[in-house]
């Protein structure tokens, strides 16, 4: 007869299990991955969140679609609408939030393998992620090409015209110049694929944070680790199970044995659960006060 499917399920983790992992040093390879939902506490409307998020709110732009924004070939036609949208985002008024803090202390403690964000306003850096460890999957503004020639143009430069509400073009060509976040349909940085084949094999702990992770390939980066790495999800709702599905080994051996723990929450308050079960609480306060 058919060897029965022998399925062999791991307990699924807990947020307290996964900082006994950290606090045990199995885990000194941390990859934390971050989106949109880390950055909500800013006052930096994240895009899905029914009601509150940034598609909802583009009303104002009147866009054919809610992503248009960062569509390439609707920029092409009409540049003003994310212009517009820019000068809301740019970075300089806003200040990270505690949960960001997690990823400098973890750097400190040598711990973090890299983090991956989705995220474009740059408030990793600001609170004092070196960018030898951040890998910014969608860009930044931190410079800005003509779409035309793929001239660089100075960064200030672009920077004024958009707080002016003024298009830039180039100076050149008389192009469009764009900040050099990912648009849609567009390659993601080339750091990206270059730090993600490397990273992902070596990672032995998965800390995934404010993200609906609906947004290809990042959110692809889930099953990239090994079956045995936790990962945890710190996250208002669950997210990336329609991924999991990708664990499923199809032969005799039925079995899933992805180690994942879920918090569902706010970042701020799971991350602040994390730490302190680390015992880094004040260590973590003391870096977001002096921030
Ligand atoms: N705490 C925890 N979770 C939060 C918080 C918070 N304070 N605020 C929002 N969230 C959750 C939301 O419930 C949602 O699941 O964060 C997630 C944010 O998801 P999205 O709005 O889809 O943002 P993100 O996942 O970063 O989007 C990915 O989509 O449009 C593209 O390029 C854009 O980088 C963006 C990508």
Same mark, same amino acid.
């Given at each position: 007869?058919?060897?029965?499917?022998?399925?062999?399920?791991?307990?699924?983790?807990?947020?307290?299990?996964?900082?006994?992992?950290?606090?045990?040093?199995?885990?000194?390879?941390?990859?934390?991955?971050?989106?949109?939902?880390?950055?909500?506490?800013?006052?930096?409307?994240? !895009?899905?969140?029914?009601?509150?998020?940034?598609?909802?709110?583009?009303?104002?732009?009147?866009?054919?679609?809610?992503?248009?924004?960062?569509?390439?070939? !609707?920029?092409?036609?009409?540049?003003?609408?994310?212009?517009?949208?820019?000068?809301?985002?740019?970075?300089?008024?806003?200040?990270?939030?505690?949960?960001?803090?997690?990823?400098?202390?973890?750097?400190?403690?040598?711990?973090?393998?890299?983090?991956?964000?989705?995220?474009?306003?740059?408030?990793?850096?600001?609170?004092?992620?070196?960018?030898?460890?951040?890998?910014?999957?969608?860009?930044?503004?931190?410079?800005?090409?003509?779409?035309?020639?793929?001239?660089?143009?100075?960064?200030?430069?672009?920077?004024?015209?958009?707080?002016?509400?003024?298009?830039?073009?180039?100076?050149?060509? @008389?192009?469009?110049?764009?900040?050099?976040?990912?648009?849609?349909?567009?390659?993601?940085?080339?750091?990206?694929?270059?730090?993600?084949?490397?990273?992902?094999?070596?990672?032995?702990?998965?800390?995934?944070?404010?993200?609906?992770?609906?947004?290809?390939?990042?959110?692809?980066?889930?099953?990239?680790?090994?079956?045995?790495?936790?990962?945890?999800?710190?996250?208002?709702?669950?997210?990336?199970?329609?991924?999991?599905?990708?664990?499923?080994? @199809?032969?005799?051996?039925?079995?899933?044995?992805?180690?994942?723990?879920?918090?569902?929450?706010?970042? @701020?308050?799971?991350?602040?659960?994390?730490?302190?079960?680390?015992?880094?609480?004040?260590?973590?306060?003391?870096?977001?006060?002096?921030?």
């Amino acid at each position: 007869a058919e060897p029965e499917a022998r399925i062999k399920i791991l307990k699924d983790d807990t947020i307290e299990s996964i900082a006994e992992c950290i606090n045990q040093g199995k885990a000194k390879k941390i990859i934390v991955m971050t989106g949109a939902g880390i950055s909500t506490a800013a006052g930096i409307k994240d !895009f899905r969140s029914p009601g509150t998020g940034l598609y909802d709110d583009l009303g104002k732009y009147n866009l054919p679609f809610p992503e248009a924004v960062f569509d390439l070939a !609707f920029f092409k036609e009409t540049p003003s609408p994310f212009y517009r949208l820019a000068k809301e985002l740019f970075p300089g008024k806003y200040r990270p939030t505690l949960t960001h803090y997690l990823l400098p202390l973890l750097a400190k403690k040598g711990l973090l393998l890299r983090s991956y964000t989705q995220n474009i306003d740059s408030l990793e850096k600001m609170a004092g992620l070196p960018e030898d460890l951040l890998v910014e999957a969608h860009g930044s503004f931190a410079t800005s090409k003509c779409i035309q020639c793929s001239i660089v143009s100075d960064s200030e430069w672009v920077k004024e015209h958009i707080m002016d509400s003024n298009i830039p073009y180039c100076k050149r060509c @008389d192009g469009l110049v764009k900040p050099e976040i990912t648009f849609f349909g567009e390659d993601l940085p080339s750091r990206f694929r270059d730090m993600a084949q490397i990273d992902f094999v070596d990672c032995d702990l998965l800390i995934v944070l404010g993200t609906s992770l609906k947004v290809e390939p990042f959110n692809k980066l889930i099953t990239q680790v090994s079956p045995r790495c936790p990962r945890l999800l710190i996250n208002r709702e669950k997210a990336g199970q329609e991924l999991h599905s990708g664990f499923d080994f @199809d032969d005799k051996w039925k079995y899933t044995v992805q180690r994942d723990a879920w918090f569902l929450g706010d970042c @701020d308050v799971g991350v602040k659960k994390l730490v302190s079960l680390c015992g880094w609480e004040d260590e973590l306060q003391v870096m977001y006060e002096a921030g």
